[in-house]
């Protein structure tokens, strides 16, 4: 690889306070991006996505308003960023090395990126057999929060009722069969008809 490459990359064209994101609110383009060691400051990564996660959240962070929420807005032409399994490629940080695959908390919606170190959620150890998608599902945030509330906060004893909103959700899916795995009877709600004839929800419950 050499050090600059041409870099596609999604960022934010125009707000979309109402109905689905289309092509007009979220576009493409490709830049050039210098992965030169001197372009890459200290305790930075140099790193190429491999994996993205596409979370609820983002919605909320394109309509042009804060109104109500806990995130900021995206500027305008601002690349998105989210969740993503990533491989370094070159390296301003004594902790990771080259081909590592990482976890980052802050991953720019691109082919490659450089990333602040601090961003970085954990390595991931690819002996053990764990799916990549995996981290960002059931051993990412999702999967996190699921424990949190069942685990944590509800601790619901075998043969309870333990009541799922938004089952259809990935927080909602792993939280279900948490409490199934605990004895539990799991009810859950989704919002339309058409979630609740999903297979993986009608498995799940």
């Keep these: 690889m050499g050090d600059v490459v041409e870099n596609k990359e999604w960022y934010v064209a125009a707000y979309c306070p109402e109905g689905v994101p289309t092509s007009d609110h979220l576009k493409l383009r490709t830049v050039s991006l210098s992965l030169a060691s001197d372009s890459i400051p200290d305790n930075h990564l140099a790193v190429e996505t491999l994996l993205l996660s596409v979370d609820p959240f983002l919605r909320g962070t394109i309509t042009g308003t804060v109104e109500g929420l806990f995130i900021s807005q995206y500027e305008l032409n601002q690349v998105l960023t989210t969740f993503a399994v990533v491989r370094v490629i070159r390296s301003k940080d004594s902790n990771y090395s080259v ?20 961003h970085i959620i954990r390595k991931i150890d690819t002996s ?16 996190f929060a699921a424990w949190l509330g069942i685990e944590v906060l509800g601790d619901p004893k075998p043969g309870s009722n333990v009541f799922i ?24 709600s989704t919002g339309s008809d058409d979630k609740v004839r999903l297979p993986f929800i009608s498995s799940t419950f």
């Design 128 to 143: 053990n057999g764990i799916s990549l998608s995996d981290y960002l599902g059931s051993l990412g945030v999702p999967g």
């Design 99 to 118: 081909g590592d695959l990482l976890l980052n908390g802050y991953g720019l919606v691109a082919e490659y990126s450089i990333v602040p170190s601090s």
């Design 165 to 188: 909103s938004a089952a259809s959700g990935a927080v909602g899916m792993n939280a279900g069969q948490l409490a199934k795995i605990r004895g539990c009877r799991v009810i859950g």
